[in-house]
């Protein structure tokens, strides 16, 4: 079974840029997380998707960050303008329910100069 | 609101000796609880899972883990540890709606 897919490894942008991440989830799980892991802590949930809906954002900074999984299937996670304090690695994660194992992806490593 | 401590930032151990790793949690109703392991460059593994049931639940890789209600702790234990378990541990709870919250993480640094 294929594992959670993310687009890029790596990105090195400039602050005042704008990224998009990319996921694709493991073949049928309904939920999918985007987590950001900041250098030195634990991950932290941004936007939760139940199919194409958004069940939390709360922790989404919403004036620069906006997240959409059209089909409920694949994600695209976008940061615009990216600030330094946007640098860490952005995980995606999906599950086949709630509750259930989160499975994650290798993850993004955004760099903002 | 949900938290995740764990004490240990760092903990190095000389290979074939016992770990234990420390978990405390704050949530209010029953606890789903997960152990997860992290190698550099690479996304999160799960070691194991509390759900209900038997208190001492039994991961990949020789790892398990005790679930204690009375101290609010789900300590991650391996009787012998090998160098390839250098990594980084992540404790977590699953809150309301299947949303983790992770601890800190412990950094786990295998001597040989």
């Known amino acids: 079974e294929a594992g959670v897919a993310q687009s890029p490894r790596y990105k090195i942008i400039e602050k005042r840029q704008s990224v998009a991440f990319w996921c694709n989830p493991i073949s049928g799980h309904a939920t999918l997380y985007w987590y950001q892991q900041i250098l030195g802590q634990g991950p932290k949930l941004l936007i939760q998707?139940?199919?194409?809906?958004?069940?939390?954002d709360s922790q989404l900074p919403k004036d620069r960050f906006s997240a959409e999984r059209l089909k409920g299937v694949d994600s695209t996670l976008k940061i615009q303008p990216a600030k330094l304090e946007d640098s860490a690695v952005y995980l995606c994660?999906?599950?086949?329910?709630?509750?259930?194992?989160?499975?994650f992806g290798p993850g993004t490593r955004l760099t903002v100069l | 609101a949900q938290s995740v401590t764990q004490p240990d930032i760092h903990i190095t151990v000389s290979e074939g000796a016992s770990l234990e790793l420390r978990c405390n949690y704050s949530?209010?109703?029953?606890?789903?609880l997960f152990w997860y392991v992290q190698s550099p460059g690479q996304g999160l593994q799960l070691l194991l899972k509390?759900?209900?049931?038997?208190?001492l639940v039994q991961g990949i890789k020789g790892f398990e883990a005790e679930f204690k209600r009375s101290q609010s702790s789900f300590n991650l234990r391996k009787p012998s540890v090998h160098w390839s378990d250098a990594a980084e541990y992540f404790c977590?709870?699953?809150?309301?709606?299947?949303?983790?919250?992770f601890g800190a993480g412990t950094i786990l640094r295998v001597k040989s």
């Open positions: 998707f139940q199919n194409n809906g958004v069940v939390d």
């Open positions: 977590a709870v699953g809150a309301g709606g299947n949303k983790l919250v």
């Open positions: 994660a999906s599950s086949l329910g709630v509750p259930d194992t989160q499975y």
């Open positions: 949530y209010g109703a029953t606890p789903y």
């Open positions: 509390y759900f209900s049931g038997d208190t």
